[in-house]
């Protein structure tokens, strides 16, 4: 009897500490994967998603008498919650390009830096006034494509 409990005094033990290690591998690949999925996203592929946003959205607001053009653009690049919280609103501008108008001339004084996390600073020379532009994008990665989730500056 006395060998019977201690056999099973081991197999409980030998039992436990492997269950702490799975628990612990477990729990490594966890945090493996969310390392992992945070050194997926990379400023460059998000600033070329942003260049080539406002290489399509500028002469598409500059050209189009048509809001559905504009629109589909947006669709495009952006989140759904962001165009929803912009639709909402009655702005009196266009907060992609904080104006009312846009201008071709704008592409060749556009550019695009990354400012914080996930964040990033647009800015262009305005050909009305020659003031300089800023608007910051929070983009996100969703699934293999980069969106514009949010505008920090948006009034």
């Known amino acids: 009897m006395i060998v019977n409990n201690n056999f099973n005094s081991i197999l409980l033990t030998f039992g436990l500490v492997m269950s702490l290690i799975n628990c612990s591998s477990e729990l490594n690949n966890e945090q493996n994967t969310v390392f992992v999925k945070d050194n ?4 460059d592929e998000a600033i070329a998603m942003l260049n080539e946003f406002y290489s ?4 598409t607001v500059e050209s189009s ?9 947006q669709d495009k690049y952006c989140k759904a919650s962001l165009l929803i ?3 909402n609103r009655e702005l009196k501008y266009d907060p992609f390009l904080n104006a009312q108008d846009a201008d071709q001339a704008w592409l060749q004084s556009l550019n695009i830096e990354a400012v914080g996390n996930h964040e990033f600073k647009v800015t262009y020379i305005s050909s009305f ?5 800023q608007i910051v994008h929070v983009v996100e ?3 293999d494509n980069y969106l ?5 500056n948006l009034k």
């Open 65 to 73: 008498m048509d809001e559905k053009a504009i629109i589909e653009v």
């Open 141 to 143: 990665k969703i699934g």
């Open 129 to 133: 006034d020659g003031e300089e532009v």
């Open 148 to 152: 514009i989730a949010d505008i920090k």
């Open 56 to 59: 399509i959205y500028i002469p």
């Open 85 to 87: 919280k912009i639709r």
């Open 40 to 43: 997926s996203y990379k400023n």
